[in-house]
């Protein structure tokens, strides 16, 4: 899984973490996007309680076409992250949101979403994180007070 768009080099990922392998999203077509956030909701139907998300929130740049699929599977308004963290789309001042991204590592920038979105209001709770892939160790799970939901475990990175 995830072949098609895993690249071997030597790479200083934005977790600060080291890695041989780095797995280019953008270079998946818009349909094997689809695709694996299909197979990831599928595979997360029973866990996501859908009815408590009110919007879904993509940080800037891995998590926008994950983010914008999820939304548009589940009729969800999306609000984009950008790079200096601040919210682009509809303004929330309550309710539950997900954070979608393409991969979990040391859960630095979905912390870092978290932290934004409470800036924004201290009404706002995360549900959970999605993503494509999580490489991280599984004691970056453990400190989380939130859950993780992600379609496929891969190369640990190096810290």
């Not at 797995?23 to 595979?43: C, G, H, I, Q, W």
């Not at 859908?50 to 983010?67: L, M, N, R, S």
Request: proline letters at 4%; aromatic letters at 12%.
């Amino acid at each position: 899984m995830f072949e098609e768009c895993r690249v071997q080099g030597d790479f200083t990922l934005s977790s600060g973490r080291r890695s041989s392998v780095f797995y280019d999203f953008d270079l998946l077509s818009p349909r094997e996007a689809a695709n694996y956030v299909d197979r990831a909701l599928r595979k997360f139907e029973g866990s996501i309680n859908w009815q408590e998300i009110d919007f879904v929130v993509a940080p800037a740049v891995g998590g926008i076409v994950p983010g914008f699929l999820v939304s548009f599977a589940k009729d969800k308004p999306l609000v984009i992250l950008d790079k200096q963290d601040a919210a682009r789309g509809p303004e929330f001042k309550e309710g539950c949101y997900l954070i979608v991204d393409d991969v979990i590592t040391s859960f630095q920038a979905a912390n870092k979403a978290r932290k934004s979105m409470s800036q924004i209001s201290t009404n706002l709770k995360c549900m959970g994180v999605l993503a494509y892939v999580f490489r991280g160790a599984l004691s970056d799970l453990e400190k989380q007070d939130v859950p993780a939901y992600y379609l496929s475990r891969k190369e640990q990175e190096h810290e």
